[in-house]
């Protein structure tokens, strides 16, 4: 694969749960990239959850899962498998952003014993990522890589259970977690050889928003790995 000085290869996908976008994606077998152009992998997941309890059935308590995730990931260049050799001088970006909305069950929920509304905003985006095998990456050019998850919770509340020998409460989870993982070179599995002469750009940013009672968690890393 070779992308010449002054080509552009942009990639971009949306969609609402786990979009996927891989600029360059070598797959199996040996393989050269070498890059003096451009290259751009973007992706965007965004959710607005609507969440529909079961409907209460008298004196059978339910469990209600209504588990919330999203995780988006792109890639500028993917080795794939096999023992690759990639070499770039232009610039590779990827970026990858995720969002769940705040949700709101408007009536008390009847019925439900244990539930689980937690949300989950995975995003992560690689520049430039070698794969399995025993690959050699060269880049004297420029690399970036974003990553933004931000996550909110679900406002809901419960209506005592009715049913005889209980306490009539309900168990809960409504955990918020956030998590932003940015990578510039990624050498991957093997035994790699990579060297950066250029310049990178790493940044990712995870934030959680949550309602009354909801545990968070919020994680972030940028990294240049071998």
Do not use: C, H, Y
């Given at each position: 694969?070779?992308?010449?000085?002054?080509?552009?290869?942009?990639?971009?996908?949306?969609?609402?749960?786990?979009?996927?976008?891989?600029?360059?994606?070598?797959?199996?077998?040996?393989?050269?990239?070498?890059?003096?152009?451009?290259i751009v992998a973007e992706t965007l997941a965004v959710l607005t959850p609507v969440l529909t309890p079961?409907?209460?059935i008298p004196g059978t308590p339910q469990l209600w899962g209504a588990l919330i995730k999203v995780g988006?990931?792109?890639?500028?260049?993917?080795?794939?498998?096999?023992?690759?050799?990639?070499?770039?001088?232009?610039?590779?970006?990827?970026?990858?952003?995720?969002?769940?909305?705040?949700?709101?069950?408007?009536?008390?929920?009847?019925?439900?014993?244990?539930?689980?509304?937690?949300?989950?905003?995975?995003?992560?985006?690689?520049?430039?990522?070698?794969?399995?095998?025993?690959?050699?990456?060269?880049?004297?050019?420029?690399?970036?890589?974003?990553?933004?998850?931000?996550?909110?919770?679900?406002?809901?509340?419960?209506?005592?259970?009715?049913?005889?020998?209980?306490?009539?409460?309900?168990?809960?989870?409504?955990?918020?977690?956030?998590?932003?993982?940015?990578?510039?070179?990624?050498?991957?599995?093997?035994?790699?050889?990579?060297?950066?002469?250029?310049?990178?750009?790493?940044?990712?940013?995870?934030?959680?928003?949550?309602?009354?009672?909801?545990?968070?968690?919020?994680?972030?890393?940028?990294?240049?790995?071998?």
């Amino acid at each position: 694969v070779t992308v010449m000085s002054g080509a552009l290869i942009t990639l971009s996908a949306g969609g609402i749960r786990n979009p996927q976008a891989t600029a360059v994606d070598t797959g199996e077998d040996q393989d050269s990239v070498f890059n003096a152009g451009e290259i751009v992998a973007e992706t965007l997941a965004v959710l607005t959850p609507v969440l529909t309890p079961p409907d209460p059935i008298p004196g059978t308590p339910q469990l209600w899962g209504a588990l919330i995730k999203v995780g988006p990931e792109s890639k500028g260049i993917d080795g794939g498998t096999g023992n690759d050799t990639i070499t770039s001088s232009g610039s590779v970006t990827a970026s990858s952003t995720a969002v769940i909305l705040p949700s709101l069950v408007p009536a008390p929920v009847e019925g439900v014993s244990k539930a689980d509304v937690s949300s989950t905003a995975n995003a992560k985006s690689t520049a430039i990522d070698g794969g399995d095998g025993n690959d050699s990456i060269t880049n004297t050019g420029s690399l970036g890589a974003d990553a933004t998850a931000t996550a909110a919770g679900v406002n809901v509340s419960f209506a005592p259970i009715k049913e005889d020998g209980k306490d009539g409460k309900s168990k809960i989870n409504g955990n918020v977690k956030a998590s932003a993982n940015a990578t510039g070179l990624d050498g991957g599995a093997g035994d790699d050889t990579v060297t950066n002469l250029g310049s990178f750009g790493v940044t990712s940013s995870a934030t959680t928003l949550a309602a009354g009672g909801s545990g968070v968690e919020a994680k972030g890393s940028a990294a240049m790995s071998a």
